[in-house]
């Protein structure tokens, strides 16, 4: 694609994608704005901080773009960005937006990766090109070599040194600037496209109901290769003009407090995560070390991305009030891949007042708006259950993608025509309206079946893990094992970081065991203590259950200790 400059910067001109000219016009837009105002920053360890002006960023993006022209050639490409936190990632998104390429962030190369991981996401997108920094190189290169050997595809070290590089895919036509993955909880994630107009329609949600705009400062620990990072931390805050701090997830995982921090002296008004960041707060961060935080600037700390027990945002919010933290800030939400962002959740209700009384897990909050675009429905017959019922979660509207990439099967029991003429996007999630709410208990393959009663995992996991404050509700799976009789099932359950459980382990799994039959009439045949970061999860950090199952059939005693 020709690409023209002027004045040191890239002229604006008509898309040739028309899919995408309006996304690539508004970051133009926003980037001119505020060329001489700070839109991101960079944070480091401790004090350090990088930051980076509208008309530094849109820099950064032209000299990717000429870098890429003399290494790859005309675009668009479709690119794999194997990047790390930071400008690796940043710049490489804006040039490819502006560009109107299209992007598929992915986690860098771990060696806890299944074989042929991204050669099948190569191949599944029609890649034309891996980005990866050159402390990756070698093994972005191993990972895309076929079974004799021959590399599928060229890689672009962001870091190093690039000369000409062959051409191995050629790039079909772009209808999409970014395609995210699954979280892969249950199996290998999917791809799904996301469209300008997706993104723009899940923005201006986020801009009408969470307040979103140009005075917002956003705190984003969460890594950029899944939606809540991508879109939630990066994009939407870009889009609406406000400005955004990007720090390392690792940095958060090691020390919760220097995600607090971060909020408290930058004074950031949105910023969240999974449940178990506010979980990891309650338990790591000291009162003492809470003395000099001011966290009255958070007016919106979003939660989601799992099971929410119905407690935590309320114990989170007394926890933090006295360092000014507003009582509705806390809240619930919930979202998806396949909606590009945000589907349901919004501030509004003081979280030590957001509970049901007959619900282990926290509500989300509906408008008019998003109640308008769900239903829950029968998984098997597709029927409408009423008010009240718990069923299979269905979506409709303009943030909902429309397909999985080279997955035809998928595709078609995922988005479903009804008699009406209308397309749903099934989400695989039992949940339940109540009123101005929405509960979310888990994901439909996560279900124990019991005496004809469906109980979510997460609720068996939050109930074990009451017996011992050592055990981490939010580091637990329970499975059933293929072929276990209806009622049994498996329990792993992790120890908390630094923490010893107070009871002896016989009798910790005993009382467990107890508890669970008692509530639930479940009987756990098996049930491990496991240490922390044992269980198997994806990159987004989802405990992956099935995965554990299979597994566990396959070798039992492939884990630690059984009782």
Known sequence: MERATQGGRLARRESTHGTTVSLRQDILDVLTARADTCQISVLGRGDRATHYTGSQLLEKAENCLKDWATCLGNGPQVMIAALPFGEAFLFPLLASLIGEGCLVPIAPPRPSDAPGRMRHIVENCGATVVLCTSAHQAAVTAQLCDDEGNQICPVYVVDGPNVPLATFNSAPKI???????????????????????????????????????????????????????????????????????????????????????????????????????????????????????????????????????????????????????DPKAAFACYGMAEYTLFIAGEPGIPATEATLSNSTVAPCLLSAETRANIRICDPNSGHVLPEGATGELWLRGGSAAAEYIGQTKDTSQTFVQTADGETWLRTGDLGRVSGQFLLISGRLKDIIITNGQNVAAAEIEWLAAKEDTALNPMGAAVFVPPGAPNGHAALFIEVRQGMTPQRDHRQLVSAIRRSVTGTYSIKLDDIRILPRGELPRTSSGKIRRQVLADTYVANPNDVLRRE
Request: proline content about 7%.
């Open 175 to 325: 209808a999409a600037p970014i395609i995210q993955h699954t979280s892969g909880s249950t199996r290998f994630p999917k791809a799904v496209p996301i469209t300008s107009q997706q993104i723009r329609a899940n923005c201006a949600m986020l801009q009408r109901l969470w307040g979103v705009n140009a005075e917002t400062v956003t705190v984003n620990w969460l890594p950029h290769y899944h939606d809540m990072g991508l879109m939630g931390g990066i994009l939407y805050t870009l889009l609406s003009g406000g400005q955004s701090l990007q720090m390392s997830p690792f940095e958060m995982i090691r020390s919760p407090l220097s995600w607090l921090k971060a909020i408290s002296t930058y004074r950031a008004t949105f910023s969240g995560g999974p449940a178990f960041a506010f979980q990891e707060c309650l338990n790591r961060v000291p009162e003492g070390a809470c003395d000099t935080l001011d966290l009255s600037s958070w007016k919106r700390a979003f939660c989601g991305a799992e099971p929410i027990p119905a407690d935590l945002l309320g114990r989170f919010s007394t926890r933090f009030a006295k360092q000014g933290l």
